[in-house]
């Protein structure tokens, strides 16, 4: 799957941004998808993933409770809502996706999955 991340910006703390990932329309509704960050000088780490069927959900504890995932197969997107942003939000954020056999699997490890977008930056200022 190909995919093209959007979305990312310039936003000052507490607002919002929604990130949207676009895949290629080939097989996507087969694949489970993730969001990960990156921030300078630290690891790449999990933020949210979704299932194959959209009925599955995961968060790492840094977002959850503000962060939603959601998905569109029929417009083979994926996206990710962003609410009452932090500093530490800041970070270099990517899609990816896993070809998954069973529909409600989700994962929350970069190494699980097999394609990755480009990346969009979202800056969050104090």
């Known amino acids: 799957v190909q995919l093209q991340a959007s979305g990312g910006g310039l936003v000052q703390a507490g607002g919002s941004l929604r990130l949207s990932c676009a895949g290629s329309?080939?097989?996507?509704?087969?694949?489970?998808m993730g969001w990960f960050r990156q921030a300078p000088g630290k690891e790449r780490e999990f933020v949210a993933a979704?299932?194959?069927?959209?009925?599955?959900?995961h968060y790492a504890d840094s977002v959850k409770g503000r962060f939603t995932i959601s998905r569109d197969n029929a417009r083979t997107t994926v996206a990710l809502q962003m609410n009452s942003l932090k500093s530490e939000d800041t970070a270099l954020y990517y899609c990816?996706?896993?070809?998954?056999?069973?529909?409600?699997?989700?994962?929350?490890?970069?190494?699980?999955?097999?394609?990755w977008g480009q990346g969009t930056l979202v800056t969050v200022s104090s």
């Open positions: 990816a996706s896993k070809y998954v056999r069973r529909p409600e699997t989700v994962h929350i490890t970069p190494n699980d999955y097999q394609d």
């Open positions: 329309r080939r097989n996507f509704n087969m694949n489970a």
């Open positions: 979704i299932s194959r069927n959209g009925y599955n959900t």
